[in-house]
């Protein structure tokens, strides 16, 4: 999900901007393009960012668009959730704290020796799915398929399952 006026391969923070996202690069080191496996993860990430919210502005939809991806290689994640925690020395926590701590997490697994695509962890907005944060190296490794209006008719049943999901409503 991404704004219309980027492209959907956007890779943040937009040059000569601070940080924003949680694995971001905290110091402009590498840009790190958010994904959700599946389309459900990226409607909570991008528009359910307050707990709570009952509703969802139209004015919102009609400013994002929804891509869809192919994979077009093997992408080397780094699982930071179930026994992939373990294997890295980090509990949950690690995916969910404050931004300086992810940010310090993404730039140590980004520069890591074995050179790790990105990484895939639960997502904070709905944890029944998973979230990719890929890095900016990568980029060759997922080709972009589609990409619609979240408002598009074609779209519509897709929405009215978020919005169900969700229990929210669309003003």
């Known amino acids: 999900?991404?704004?219309?006026?980027?492209?959907?391969?956007?890779?943040?923070?937009?040059?000569?901007?601070?940080?924003?996202?949680?694995?971001?690069?905290?110091?402009?080191?590498?840009?790190?393009?958010?994904?959700?496996?599946?389309?459900?993860?990226?409607?909570?990430?991008?528009?359910?960012?307050?707990?709570?919210?009952?509703?969802?502005?139209?004015?919102?939809?009609?400013?994002?668009?929804?891509?869809?991806?192919?994979?077009?290689?093997?992408?080397?994640?780094?699982?930071?959730?179930?026994?992939?925690?373990?294997?890295?020395?980090?509990?949950?926590?690690?995916?969910?704290?404050?931004?300086?701590v992810t940010r310090a997490w993404s730039l140590a697994l980004h520069e890591h020796p074995e050179r790790p695509d990105g990484i895939r962890y639960r997502a904070r907005h709905d944890d029944d799915g998973f979230a990719i944060a890929l890095f900016d190296r990568a980029g060759d490794g997922v080709r972009e398929l589609e990409t619609r209006g979240l408002l598009a008719p074609d779209g519509a049943g897709e929405l009215a399952a978020w919005l169900d999901r969700y229990a929210i409503g669309l003003v």
């Open 1 to 100: 999900m991404h704004r219309i006026g980027h492209g959907a391969l956007f890779f943040s923070p937009p040059p000569g901007a601070p940080p924003a996202g949680r694995w971001d690069a905290p110091a402009d080191e590498f840009g790190v393009c958010y994904l959700g496996e599946a389309s459900f993860v990226a409607f909570a990430e991008t528009l359910l960012r307050k707990p709570g919210e009952s509703v969802v502005e139209s004015v919102e939809l009609q400013a994002r668009g929804m891509a869809r991806f192919r994979v077009q290689r093997d992408l080397r994640l780094v699982a930071l959730h179930g026994a992939g925690l373990a294997r890295v020395g980090a509990t949950a926590s690690v995916c969910t704290g404050p931004y300086a």
